[in-house]
Nanobody, 117 residues
Framework: QVQLVESGGGLVQPGGSLRLSCAAS????????MGWYRQAPGKQRELVAS???????VYADSVKGRFTISRDNAKNTVYLQMNTLKPEDTAAYFC???????????WGQGTQVTVSS
């Protein structure tokens, strides 16, 4: 059974930082592209950042220079370090694991990030 369990969300003031974690089980973690997506109320889910099995990251333009994605294949965990948070970063953040060109595409339940003073 595949499980992606996110943690680390919460309420933070503008300019603050949070670190999200996603622990994966039931998959061969090292083979999967891992990603973080977010969805704000009334908006579509969007890619925030992804990282290949080899460690190459991709970022949405809106978070470049502020967010850093990383992975620890030994711990089956992917992280999202979020710095200089803005109110527009407020959303539910979802972990994703996928193997390109296959049907292997899995989602976590999400963790809420709220940036507000």
């Amino acid at each position: 059974q595949v499980q992606l369990v996110e943690s680390g969300g919460g309420l933070v003031q503008p300019g603050g930082s949070l670190r999200l974690s996603c622990a994966a089980s039931g998959i061969t973690f090292s083979l999967h592209v891992m990603g973080w997506y977010r969805q704000a109320p009334g908006k579509q889910r969007e890619l925030v950042a992804s990282i290949t099995s080899g460690g190459s990251p991709v970022y949405a333009d809106s978070v470049k220079g502020r967010f850093t994605i990383s992975r620890d294949n030994a711990k089956n965990t992917v992280y999202l370090q979020m710095n200089t948070l803005k109110p527009e970063d407020t959303a539910a953040y979802f972990c994703n694991a996928r193997v390109p060109y296959t049907v292997r595409n899995y989602w976590g339940q999400g963790t809420q990030v709220t940036v507000s003073s």
